[in-house]
């Protein structure tokens, strides 16, 4: 595996509070995303980064927020949040588009 | 915009019989196309890329520019190959990669 490690694996929040989801990549790929997969919707974008303090908005950026302050690391914030949130998390890493993206191995987020 | 389509989300057969995950996108330009696996309580990983053009654990895949699809096939299927399968495109001027629904093959014994 790519060395992408994700933190928290498995968490637990009520609806209304601030979380954060950490993606850490030791490959010094310059790109790096957020996706949540639900049943029915395959994976979907959040929010991408190209670069250090370089990010962009994906398909289902509502709602979060993400920061890339040095180049192995990636957050995602949920500003509150809220049940339909719920769902597993991915990052993932790539050199540069359209080559393969590698993955991590998945955050489980439940939020009551 | 650039779209994938995987027509059907659960897909079973038995073991030994031939297997074909469908793929089908809408994109003007060339893309780059990709089936990526997830198996169970694992990441997702890369599977095969249109580029290369091999065969991975005995699957292959041809992009088919005028009917754009993507189709995956196995002529021999694995109760191993059970997993979720997700076909995805990318493109030189998109800086993001877009997925299908994905497919959830079983192979049953």
């Known amino acids: 595996d790519a060395g992408i490690t994700q933190s928290p694996r498995h968490k637990v929040t009520e609806t209304g509070t601030p979380v954060t989801l950490r993606c850490h990549q030791t490959?010094?790929?310059?790109?790096m995303y957020w996706y949540r997969q639900d049943p029915g919707h395959g994976l979907r974008l959040i929010h991408y980064?190209?670069?250090?303090?370089?990010?962009d908005k994906g398909e289902v950026s509502d709602g979060y927020s993400v920061s890339r302050s040095k180049t192995e690391d990636f957050l995602l914030t949920l500003e509150s949040a809220t049940s339909s949130q719920t769902s597993v998390y991915f990052c993932?890493?790539?050199?540069?588009?359209?080559?393969?993206?590698?993955f991590g191995p998945g955050t489980r987020l439940t939020v009551t | 915009a650039q779209r994938v389509t995987q027509p059907e989300k659960l897909l079973s057969v038995f073991k030994g019989a031939p297997v074909e995950l469908k793929c089908n996108y809408s994109y003007s330009g060339s893309p780059e196309l990709f089936w990526y696996v997830q198996y169970s309580r694992q990441r997702l990983q890369l599977l095969l890329r249109h580029i290369s053009r091999e065969s991975i654990k005995g699957f292959t895949a041809d992009l088919n520019k005028g009917e754009t699809s993507f189709h995956l096939k196995k002529p021999f299927a694995q109760e191993e190959d059970s997993a979720m399968y997700y076909c995805a495109l990318s493109a030189p001027n998109y800086n993001d990669m877009r997925f299908g629904a994905g497919t959830r093959l079983t192979v049953k014994p």
């Open positions: 993932a890493i790539s050199e540069r588009p359209p080559y393969e993206q590698y």
């Open positions: 490959e010094n790929h310059r790109y």
């Open positions: 980064s190209y670069g250090v303090k370089d990010t």
